[in-house]
């Protein structure tokens, strides 16, 4: 029996989209949260997104994110990740950043720079309920209610 060896070009562009495919969903597996003593940065794969804390208007728990559209990202089980835009500003150009790793806990949504929006939570609502706690403590003391 004859068998056909395969190029070697093509075993290794097999093993390098197998590792590329695996490395993007590891990568997006969580949302990575990094808290500075001026600012807050949020990591999910592709999407990055640094929030001053001297920026914050408010910081409020949400049980459901409003309807919206999806510019670019993905749902997948219960993670819902990307850029959105509401609805109701179809209009206007606001985008909304989404990094939700489970749909079905409560959100953190995040007002800042006046009219931007940010929500997101982490796969343990114990680590998100710390987290709110910690960004409330760090909205300046303006008076304002939340949007």
Not at 49 to 66: C, G, H, M, T
Not at 67 to 83: C, D, H, Q, T, V
Not at 86 to 101: A, C, G, Q, R, Y
């Amino acid at each position: 029996m004859d068998s056909k060896k395969r190029h070697w070009f093509w075993n290794l562009i097999l093993v390098l989209t197998i590792t590329l495919c695996v490395s993007a969903l590891m990568v997006h597996y969580k949302n990575w949260v990094k808290t500075a003593p001026d600012h807050i940065r949020l990591l999910s794969g592709f999407y990055v997104e640094n929030v001053a804390y001297s920026d914050l208007d408010s910081v409020v728990f949400v049980e459901r994110i409003p309807p919206m559209i999806r510019l670019n990202g993905f749902s997948a089980l219960e993670k819902e990740k990307g850029i959105f835009q509401e609805f109701k500003d179809s209009l206007t150009d606001k985008k909304i950043h989404v990094f939700v790793d489970n749909i079905s806990q409560p959100k953190i949504k995040l007002v800042y720079k006046d009219s931007l929006k940010l929500y997101f939570n982490l796969k343990d609502s114990l680590e998100t309920d710390v987290l709110f706690n910690q960004l409330q403590q760090k909205i300046p003391a303006m008076g304002m209610e939340p949007n």
